[in-house]
Structure formats: C-alpha cells, structure tokens
C-alpha cells in the first residue's frame, strides 16, 4: 500500500512545505495548512522552527518610523503562525522547545523615546502583543509533551528571572 501524503485544500504537505521555505505570498495560508494537518504535518518542524529563531530587533518605541514598526510587526505574525504550527503538530515538534523558549524570552519593545510619542494605543498594542507571544509560547511547550523537558529543566535552572 502507498502511503498518500496529507493534503490540505487539495495540495499536498510539500506544495505548502515548499511555501514556508521560499516565503512567499501563500506563506500564511500553508502555516493555516500545518495547523489544520496537525502531528501529520510533522516533516515542517524544522523550517517552522527556523523562523521562530531567526534574529529579531525588538520595536524601538519614539525611534523607529512606522515602516520599520510594520516589519517588525510582520516579523511577529509570521513567528506567531509558525508557533501556531508547531503548536498543532505537538509531540513530533518537541525539539524546537528551546527556540520557542528563547523567542518567549526575547525583548520585543524597547521604550526609547516616550516624549515624543504621539500614539499611545501604540505602547498599549505593543506590549499586548508581547504579553500573547509569551503566552502562545507556553501553550506550545505545553503540548510538546516529554521531549520538551530537557529545554523546561534548563529553563529552571537559569539564573534569568525572566
């Protein structure tokens, strides 16, 4: 018997895998994919775990022009998608725990430069989005199961209050 590949909206897994490693304009719908495929879309743990630990630079609050908020921005929604993803796939996803772990713990917003800040819904939104990122990171570990304890266990024993 041949094993059929899942498919999603009628494309296999590797037609939406291949859109998460080129990045392109149906990236967001083939993170919809891997969350729908769930633990059978666990051959994306590796190109969605390599975006969750890309380097960032947080938002500089009074320093960075809107454009250059917008990216950051977009930056957060692709994470925010690929953990999603990864949430989905659960056990089969353990390994990328530490990455996760390491984005929960990231510095998103820098507040440089308050006085000349017009838009204080801005500050508001900002730290909101920080607060769900580390939450959307806890409820993943959560689902990863016992392969996530190694990363929990050197968590525990960090010095880092965060």
């Known amino acids: ?42 051959p994306a743990v590796e190109e969605l775990t390599r975006i969750v630990a890309e380097p960032f630079t947080p938002v500089r609050i009074g320093v960075d022009l809107n454009d250059v908020i917008a990216a950051k921005l977009s930056s957060i929604r692709l994470r925010s998608g690929a953990i999603d993803a990864l949430t989905a796939i659960g056990e089969a996803a353990a390994s990328s725990a530490l990455p996760l772990i390491q984005w929960a713990l990231a510095v998103r917003v820098i507040p440089i430069n308050l006085d000349e800040l017009k838009d204080s819904e801005l500050i508001v939104d900002l730290i909101t989005i920080d607060v769900l990122e580390r939450m959307r990171v806890a409820g993943a570990v959560a689902r990863f199961g016992p392969g996530a304890a190694p990363a929990i266990a050197e968590l525990l024993k960090s010095e880092n209050g965060e």
């Open 1 to 42: 018997e041949i094993e059929r590949e899942s498919t999603y909206q009628g494309k296999p897994l590797s037609y939406w895998l291949r859109s998460i490693r080129d990045r392109d304009d149906k990236i967001f719908l083939a993170l919809d994919a891997i969350t729908d495929l769930g633990p059978d879309a666990w």
